[in-house]
């Protein structure tokens, strides 16, 4: 008996994060934390889907940001450098920018994120 299963998600554990000017809080407590849980093949999964669905990459992570890291996620800076982390995160899974400062209507962490498609290879 053989079952079909869709392709695995890209292994991205060996993945690390450019930083750039996001080194402050890349290097903070919460930051170290942060780049690991985007990761995580749940999130990924949610990433892409949104991107299926036209939507930004960063909106279905809002629930889960906040669930794990609490209230201080909505800062500002941390939202910044969560899409920055996103862009490396979708840029290696094979996406390309879209359509950046796309508004998100319903209440969410996020008011605005950027959104992708895949690169044509």
Same mark, same amino acid.
């Given at each position: 008996m053989t079952t079909s299963k869709s392709a695995p998600s890209p292994d991205l554990k060996d993945l690390e994060y450019d930083s750039r000017h996001f080194r402050d809080v890349s290097e903070s407590a919460l930051g170290k934390q942060l780049w690991p849980y985007l990761k995580l093949h749940d999130n990924l999964l949610r990433m892409e889907t949104a991107t299926a669905l036209r939507r930004a990459a960063v909106e279905p992570l809002a629930q889960g940001l906040i669930r794990t890291f609490g209230p201080e996620i909505s800062q500002d800076r941390l939202k910044q450098t969560i899409g920055h982390m996103v862009r /490396?995160?979708?840029?290696?899974?094979?996406?390309?920018?879209?359509? /950046?400062?796309?508004?998100?209507? /319903?209440p969410n962490l996020f008011t605005s994120g950027t959104r992708y498609k895949k690169r044509n290879g």
């Open positions: /490396q995160i979708m840029e290696a899974l094979g996406y390309e920018l879209d359509r /950046q400062g796309l508004r998100i209507s /319903q």
